[in-house]
């Protein structure tokens, strides 16, 4: 099976654009998660869908948004961007059936704001 | 608060030598516990994971992982460390449908 994909790999923005992610998950996985990972604050979670419903969320400002699609495939949206955006992203994708289960995660998109 | 603690921000071992990457948690019921590695510019890779049973887990590439229900640790250890190992080291807690990650610690693994 092919593996969690993100695109884009790398993107700069500057101060106060907005901004699109994507996640596809693994085929047959119907949980989605999002991570931000910043060398200060370690791993934190954003948000989790299943089955295009957002099941989870963590502490993060309402400028940090997502949605899942038929196709389980994500995408996370963060509007007016700050320099404190500047992060790895990671989408992590599980069966989520009962429960999350076991992540596995894509390689992630390197986010840096000027 | 739900938690996960890595107290140590770096570890060196010599390659050869046992190490010990070592993790606690705060998180209440019975939490499934991970272990995640992260090689530079990848994502995190899943090692092993307790859900119950057997207190010695073992995982991928030779890691193992001792749950100790008293003492509220996961400590991840390997017999002997390989150069390759050298990474960062995520522990993680799971309950009720939230992940909570430890800040990761570093792995140096000298020849």
């Known amino acids: 099976k092919a593996g969690v994909t993100q695109t884009p790999r790398y993107l700069i923005k500057t101060r106060g654009q907005q901004v699109t992610l994507s996640c596809s998950p693994i085929?047959?996985?119907?949980?989605v998660s999002w991570y931000q990972q910043t060398p200060g604050q370690g791993l934190q979670f954003l948000f989790e869908?299943?089955?295009?419903?957002?099941?989870n969320k963590g502490n993060f400002p309402g400028r940090f948004s997502g949605r899942q699609f038929s196709n389980s495939r994500s995408e996370m949206n963060v509007s007016t961007l700050e320099l404190g955006d500047s992060a790895l992203y990671l989408c992590?994708?599980?069966?989520?059936?009962?429960?999350?289960?076991?992540?596995?995660f894509g390689p992630g998109t390197r986010l840096l704001v000027l | 608060a739900q938690s996960v603690a890595q107290p140590e921000d770096q570890v060196n071992v010599a390659e050869g030598n046992p190490l010990t990457v070592k993790c606690t948690y705060s998180?209440?019921?019975?939490?499934?516990l991970f272990w995640y590695v992260q090689y530079p510019n990848r994502g995190l890779q899943f090692l092993l994971k307790?859900?119950?049973?057997?207190?010695l887990v073992k995982g991928s590439y030779g890691f193992e992982a001792e749950f100790n229900k008293s003492q509220t640790s996961f400590h991840l250890k390997k017999p002997s460390a390989l150069v390759s190992d050298s990474a960062l080291y995520f522990c993680?807690?799971?309950?009720?449908?939230?992940?909570?990650f430890g800040s990761g610690t570093k792995l140096n693994v000298k020849p």
């Open positions: 992590a994708s599980s069966p989520g059936l009962v429960d999350l289960g076991t992540q596995y």
């Open positions: 085929s047959g996985h119907r949980s």
């Open positions: 869908y299943f089955s295009e419903t957002q099941r």
């Open positions: 998180v209440s019921g019975n939490p499934y």
């Open positions: 307790y859900i119950t049973g057997d207190n």
């Open positions: 993680a807690g799971y309950n009720f449908n939230k992940f909570y």
